[in-house]
C-alpha cells in the first residue's frame, strides 16, 4: 500500500460520524531552508485523544504549530494548503490570530510557567479577557488548578513563584493557565519528555481525563505513552503523514511496513531499557 | 478526577474575549503605531545630524588657514592618544584574555570597562591642573622611562624563566603582573633619578617643552582615556578564539606566547583593528581633556612638544559665541563636518573588520 | 580561561618577551590608575583640610614684609600662601621664593577665622576665647574693615589640631561644600541640583522613546532592510562625538526651535532662544538614546522565546506579550539601559557647554515658584563647574582644590551608576540563565 497524493493509509469510514476538531488538507509547510511538511492530510476528531508520533525532524511539531498559527512567528515560514479549526479555516484573512489562539491552548514540551506567582500564571489569560473581580478571577484560577490536578498541591502556595513548582507540577501548572480561557482543542508537544516517571503516569491519567472535554493532539516520542492515553495514532516520517488509524491497530497490525519498522524499534529500544 | 462544567462553545468566557476584541486589536495598532513613529523619529535624526552639518557648513576664502591647523590638531591629539592607548590596551587584552586566571579577569575587565565611565572632565582637570606642569619639569626622565621601560620588563622576565626554580615558576604562572610591579616602579624611580641628573647637568634644553599643555600630555591623558576602549573590544575578539587552537600549538612544543602570537592574534585581528579604529575615532572626537589640556593654540606641526588646537575643543570655544550665519559659524560647521565625516568613516570601517572576524570566528 | 587552566606542566617557557610586556601593560594601566585615583583624592582633600598658619618674614623689592599666612603649597624652591582675605576671597595668594625668606616660623597660638562668606584671616591669639563669641582683636586689619560676630563661620587653631578635630573639620566643610551656595565660600549645590534635575529630565525623555526603538528592532522589525539601515544608523549615532552633538542642539534646539519659540511668542529678551535646561536634556536625550537601545535590546535577547511562545499560544497578542511577560522579565535590563544613560549623562560636559550650562546661574532650575520646573532657564553643572573653577576666569577667581573636590565629587557619582549598572546587569544575566533552565 502507498500513499497517494498525501492521503495517508487509513480504513475507509473510520472517522465517520465523529465530529472534526482539527483537520488539514494538502498542507505544505517550508522553511528558509527546507521543506518541513509536504501534503499532509490530517483529521482529529473532537473529545479524542490523537497521538502524532514519528522520529526526531519528521514534521510533528511543525505540524501542531500550524493548528494555533504559532508558526507565523517564525521568520520566512511559508504555510500553503487548508487548515480548519473546529470547522474555521484557520488561514483566512478574517480569522482573528488571538481567538484561534484561545480555542486552541498548547502545551510545550518544556514547562515554560512565567516568572510570576502560581495563581498570576493561571490568571494570566483571564487577565486578557478583562477579568478584574479578584472573586472570580479567584474561582476561575481554582476550577483550572482543579481540572488540571493540581489544586491539592498548590492551593497553600498560590502566592509563591511558579518557579519553584517541581517540573510535573510546572507542567500541570501550564496546563491549567492553557484550561482556564476555555479552549476547546489542546495541543500537546511531546510534554512528558521532561517528566520523571511518576510525574509522567499522573500526567497520562490527567490527559485521559481531558479527553472527556477537551480534543487533543499529542505529539510523543514515547510508543507506549501513545499507546496507553490514545484514541488514534498517527504515524508521520520526513514530512508526510503516512499512516492513521485506531491506537490499537496502528500497535498491533500497522498497514505499512514503515510504521511497523518504526513501532517496533521503538519498541525494542525502550524495552531493552 | 474533577471536571468543570461542560463547555459549550460560547461559554461565558468567550463572550467576554469577543467583547474586548475590538479594544485589544485597536491597542495593538496603537502600539504598532507608536513604534513606527519612533523608528521614524530615529531615521529621522540619523539623517539630520549629518543633514544640518552639511546645510550650514560654508568655504569662505581662506578656510584652509583655519580649519587645516584644527584638523592636524585632532590627529595630533589623537595620534598620540592612540601611541599609549594600544600598547597599554593590546597588552592588558592579550594578558585578560589570553594568561590571567578567571578570577583575575572577572576583576580586571569590569575595571577596566568602569574606567572608561570616568568623565573627561575629571581627566582633563588631572592632566591640566597636576600632570601637565610635573611634566613639564621632568620630560627627560619621562623619556628614559619610555626607553627604558620594555627592555627593562623583558630582562627582568628572562632572567626570571633562567634563574628562578622551576616550582616557583609554576606558582606563579598567571600571577606574573605581580613580578612586573617592581621592575616597573624601579624603572620609573631610576628615570626619574636620571631624568633629574642630566637637567641638573645641563641638558634639560634638550627637551624642553614650549609649554606645559602639549601633546605629550594630551597622548598620555587621552591614551589614558581610550585605553579602555582599545582594551576591552579587542580582549572580546582575542577572548572569542577557541581555547583549542592555542592548546594545540602548545601540545606541539609552542610556547604559551608562540601560540598567541602565531595562531590567535591572527585570527583575531580583524577584532584588534576595529578596536583601533574605534579608539582612534574616540580620540578625535573627545573634547574636555583636550580643551582643558592643550593650551589651544592652533599650530601646524606634529611636534609632541607643542601645544595644539582640535577641531572638537574649538567647537566647545566658539560655537556658543558663534552668530548664526555668520562666516564664523560656517566654518565652524565645515570644521565640525569634517570632524563627523572622519568619525562616520572609521566606525563604519570599524564595523566592516568586525563583520570579517565574526564570519572567521563563525568558520572555527 | 581553558588556556590557562590547562596550561601543559613543564613547558619550557623561552621567547615569551612578550608575555612579560603584556603582564608589565597590565601594571603600568592598574598603576596609572591606582596614581590617578590617589592624586585627586588628595588634591580634592586639600580643599577641606585646614592649611598651617606660618609667620613669614622676606625680602622683595628691596623692603623686608612681614605676614602671617595659610601655607597653601611649598617646595624646595617656592612657597605658595594665602594671606589674610580682608577685601575679597582668593584674593591675597602670593607666591614666595625660599631665596628671600629671611624667616619662617609656626606658632603654636596661630589662629584661623573661617568667615561665612569662604574668606579667611589668619593671626595669633587665643582661639578657644575667641570662640566663646568673643570678637578677636585685628591688629593688621586695614582701615574701614569691620568684623561682626555673625560673619565668623568658625575659629580654627590651625596648627595645634589633633587627629580627630581635623577629620571632624574636613567632613564638616565637606559637606557644606556639597550642600553649599557657590557664594557662601565655595559649594556645588546649585550644581548638584542642575545635574540631577537636567538627567532626571532627560531620563524622562529618552527611555519611553529607547525602549520603543529596542522594542521595534527587535521584535517587530525583524531582519528587513529597515531594521538593518535602522540599525546602522544607531552604531553610526553612537559613534558621533558629543560636541558634535552639542553642536546640534545648538543649531536645531537653541537658535532652530527656541529662537522661533522666541519670535512666535513675540518675548523682547531671548527666553527660549538661549541655552537652557529642556534644550540640554534633549540634547542629551539625543546622545544617551543609542546607549538606551542597545542595552535594552540586550535585555530583550535574553528574554526566552518560550515564554512568548507560551503567552501567544494562550491567546496574546503582540502588544499584550510584550507588556505582561517580556516587559516585566526585562525588567531590569531597562533598569541597566537608564542607569548607563544617567551615567553617561551626568558625566558629559562638552555638548553642555554649548547648549545651556553656565558657570554661575542666579537661580535654581527647580524652586517653590510656580511652574517650580523652569525649562528654558540656565542651569549650573557639576562638570561645568569643575571646568570653571580650574581654569576659567582669572586667577582669584579659580579654586584648583575646589576643581579637584568637584571632580571627586562628580567621579564618585558617574562611577557609583555605572557599578551599579554592572551588578544588575550580572543579577538579570543570572536570572536568564535560571528561566532558560
Not at chain 2, 621601560?149 to 616557583?168: C, F, M, N, Y
Not at chain 2, 605581580?178 to 634638550?206: E, I, K, R, S
Not at chain 3, 558629559?348 to 537661580?363: D, F, H, I, R, T
Not at chain 3, 510656580?370 to 579659580?398: C, E, I, K, N, W
Amino acid at each position: 500500500m502507498s500513499v497517494v497524493d498525501g492521503v495517508p493509509a487509513m480504513p475507509t469510514g473510520l472517522l465517520d460520524g465523529l465530529d472534526l476538531a482539527l483537520e488539514a488538507r494538502g498542507l505544505s509547510l517550508d522553511y528558509a531552508q527546507r521543506r518541513a511538511l509536504d501534503a499532509v492530510h490530517l483529521q482529529v476528531p473532537r473529545q479524542r485523544v490523537t497521538a502524532l508520533i514519528g522520529s526526531s525532524g519528521c514534521g510533528k511539531s511543525s505540524l501542531l504549530r500550524c493548528f494555533n498559527r504559532l508558526n507565523d512567528e517564525i521568520a520566512g515560514c511559508r504555510v500553503r494548503g487548508d487548515v480548519r479549526v473546529l470547522g474555521l479555516d484557520a488561514y483566512a484573512d478574517t480569522t482573528s490570530l488571538p481567538e484561534l489562539r484561545r480555542r486552541v491552548g498548547m502545551v510545550f514540551q518544556k514547562p515554560n510557567p512565567f516568572p510570576q506567582s502560581v495563581a498570576e500564571n493561571v490568571a494570566f489569560g483571564l487577565r486578557l479577557a478583562g477579568i478584574r473581580s479578584r472573586l472570580e478571577l479567584d474561582d476561575r484560577v481554582e476550577a483550572a488548578l482543579r481540572a488540571a490536578a493540581l489544586w491539592d498541591e498548590v492551593r497553600d502556595r498560590l502566592g509563591d513563584s511558579a518557579l519553584a513548582l517541581s517540573a510535573g507540577q510546572q507542567q500541570r501548572l501550564v496546563i491549567a493557565r492553557a484550561l482556564a480561557v476555555e479552549p476547546e482543542v489542546l495541543l500537546m508537544d511531546e510534554p512528558a519528555s521532561m517528566l520523571d516517571p511518576i510525574s509522567t503516569l499522573r500526567f497520562e491519567e490527567l490527559v485521559v481525563a481531558l479527553r472527556e472535554r477537551y480534543s487533543v493532539l499529542l505529539v510523543t516520542h514515547n510508543m507506549q505513552q501513545a499507546a496507553r492515553v490514545a484514541d488514534y495514532t498517527a504515524f508521520m516520517q520526513a514530512g508526510r503523514l503516512l499512516e492513521f488509524d485506531t491506537t490499537d491497530r496502528i500497535f498491533t497490525n500497522p498497514r505499512l511496513r514503515g510504521t511497523e519498522d518504526y513501532i517496533t524499534g521503538r519498541m525494542r529500544e525502550s524495552g531493552g531499557q | 478526577m474533577p471536571v468543570p462544567a461542560p463547555a459549550s462553545s460560547v461559554t461565558p468566557l468567550a463572550a467576554r474575549f469577543a467583547q474586548r476584541a475590538g479594544a485589544r486589536a485597536r491597542r495593538e495598532r496603537g502600539l504598532r503605531a507608536s513604534l513606527g513613529i519612533a523608528a521614524a523619529l530615529l531615521a529621522l535624526l540619523a539623517l539630520a545630524m549629518p543633514a544640518f552639518l552639511l546645510a550650514s557648513a560654508r568655504l569662505t576664502p581662506g578656510w584652509q588657514d583655519i580649519v587645516l591647523p584644527l584638523l592636524a590638531g585632532s590627529f595630533k591629539a589623537a595620534v598620540y592618544a592612540v601611541l599609549v592607548a594600544l600598547p597599554l590596551g593590546l597588552g592588558a587584552a592579550i594578558w585578560c584574555a589570553r594568561f590571567a586566571p578567571p578570577a583575575w579577569r572577572a576583576v580586571l575587565k569590569p575595571l577596566f570597562e568602569l574606567f572608561e565611565a570616568v568623565p573627561a572632565v575629571v581627566l582633563g582637570l588631572i592632566a591640566a591642573l597636576l600632570l601637565a606642569p610635573w611634566l613639564a619639569r621632568h620630560v627627560l626622565g619621562f623619556a628614559i622611562f619610555l626607553v627604558a621601560l620594555a627592555p627593562t620588563l623583558a630582562i627582568t622576565g628572562s632572567i626570571w624563566q633562567r634563574v628562578a626554580p622551576p616550582r616557583w615558576q609554576r606558582r606563579w604562572v598567571g600571577r606574573e603582573v605581580w613580578l612586573m610591579l617592581a621592575p616597573l616602579l624601579l624603572t620609573c624611580a631610576f628615570a626619574l633619578w636620571a631624568g633629574d641628573w642630566f637637567a641638573a647637568a645641563g641638558l634639560a634644553a634638550l627637551l624642553q617643552p614650549q609649554t606645559p599643555w602639549n601633546g605629550l600630555v594630551i597622548g598620555l591623558m587621552l591614551g589614558l582615556a581610550v585605553m579602555p576602549t582599545i582594551f576591552s573590544l579587542s580582549e572580546d575578539a582575542l577572548f572569542a578564539v577557541p581555547a583549542d587552537l592555542a592548546l594545540g600549538a602548545q601540545a606541539l612544543g609552542a610556547t604559551r606566547w608562540q601560540a598567541l602570537w602565531r595562531l590567535l592574534l591572527p585570527v583575531a585581528a580583524p577584532g584588534i583593528v576595529a578596536a583601533l579604529l574605534l579608539g582612534f575615532s574616540r580620540a578625535l572626537g573627545e573634547t574636555m581633556i583636550v580643551l582643558m589640556a592643550s593650551g589651544n593654540t592652533p599650530l601646524l606641526d606634529a611636534s609632541p612638544l607643542t601645544g595644539l588646537r582640535s577641531i572638537a575643543a574649538n567647537l566647545a570655544l566658539e560655537a556658543p559665541e558663534a552668530a548664526p550665519d555668520s562666516a564664523h559659524y560656517g566654518l565652524l560647521l565645515l570644521s565640525a563636518l569634517l570632524l563627523f565625516g572622519l568619525c562616520l568613516l572609521l566606525n563604519a570601517m570599524a564595523e566592516t573588520v568586525r563583520g570579517r572576524l565574526r564570519r572567521r570566528l563563525v568558520g572555527l | 580561561m581553558a588556556a590557562f587552566a590547562s596550561l601543559p606542566r613543564g613547558v619550557p617557557r623561552r621567547g615569551d618577551t612578550g608575555l612579560w610586556l603584556a603582564a608589565g601593560a597590565v601594571g603600568l594601566s592598574l598603576l596609572a590608575l591606582i596614581v590617578l585615583l590617589a592624586v585627586l583624592l588628595q588634591q580634592a582633600l586639600r580643599a577641606f583640610v585646614p592649611a598651617p598658619v606660618a609667620e613669614l618674614r622676606w625680602s622683595g623689592g628691596g623692603t623686608e614684609h612681614t605676614l602671617i599666612a595659610a601655607v597653601v603649597e611649598q617646595d624646595a624652591h617656592v612657597l605658595i600662601v594665602r594671606g589674610s582675605e580682608w577685601q575679597r576671597r582668593g584674593a591675597e595668594y602670593r607666591r614666595i621664593a625660599r631665596a628671600d625668606l629671611l624667616q619662617l616660623d609656626w606658632p603654636a597660638d596661630a589662629v584661623t577665622l573661617n568667615l561665612r562668606d569662604g574668606r579667611e584671616i589668619h593671626l595669633r591669639g587665643d582661639a578657644a576665647a575667641w570662640r566663646a563669641s568673643q570678637l578677636p582683636v585685628l591688629p593688621q586689619a586695614p582701615a574701614g574693615f569691620v568684623l561682626a560676630a555673625a560673619d565668623i563661620d568658625d575659629v580654627v587653631a590651625a596648627n595645634r589640631l589633633t587627629p580627630t578635630q581635623t577629620i571632624r573639620l574636613v567632613a564638616q566643610r565637606g559637606w557644606r561644600f556639597v550642600a553649599g551656595a557657590p557664594d557662601t565660600g565655595g559649594g556645588v549645590y546649585p550644581a548638584l541640583v542642575g545635574t540631577v534635575v537636567l538627567v532626571l529630565l532627560m531620563s524622562v525623555l529618552v527611555m519611553p522613546l529607547g525602549v520603543l526603538l529596542a522594542l521595534w528592532l527587535h521584535e517587530y522589525a525583524g531582519s528587513g532592510r529597515g531594521a538593518r539601515l535602522l540599525r546602522a544608523a544607531m552604531a553610526n549615532l553612537a559613534g558621533v562625538p558629543a560636541v558634535i552633538y552639542g553642536l546640534f542642539g545648538l543649531v536645531l534646539f537653541v537658535n532652530g526651535i527656541g529662537g522661533g519659540l522666541d519670535v512666535l511668542l513675540q518675548s523682547d529678551v531671548p527666553r527660549w532662544g538661549g541655552g537652557g535646561l529642556l534644550w540640554s536634556s534633549l540634547t542629551l536625550a539625543l546622545l544617551t538614546l543609542p546607549v538606551v537601545v542597545i542595552a535594552t535590546e540586550e535585555g530583550l535577547a535574553r528574554v526566552p522565546a518560550s515564554l512568548r511562545q507560551a503567552a501567544l499560544a494562550l491567546g496574546a497578542t503582540r502588544a499584550e506579550m510584550l507588556w505582561r511577560v517580556v516587559l516585566p522579565v526585562a525588567r531590569p535590563a531597562l533598569l541597566t539601559a537608564l542607569i548607563l544613560a544617567v551615567a553617561r549623562a551626568a558625566g558629559e560636559v562638552a555638548p553642555l557647554m554649548l547648549v545651556g550650562a553656565v558657570k554661575y546661574a542666579p537661580a535654581l532650575p527647580l524652586d517653590g515658584e510656580f511652574p517650580y520646573l523652569h525649562l528654558s532657564r540656565q542651569f549650573m553643572h557639576l562638570g561645568q563647574s569643575v571646568y570653571d573653577l580650574a581654569l576659567s576666569g582669572s586667577d582669584t577667581q579659580r579654586d584648583p582644590a575646589q576643581a579637584h573636590a568637584a571632580a571627586l565629587l562628580l567621579l564618585v557619582v558617574v562611577v557609583g551608576l555605572n557599578a551599579a549598572a554592572i551588578v544588575v546587569r550580572n543579577r538579570l544575566r543570572e536570572r536568564a540563565r535560571e528561566l532558560a533552565v
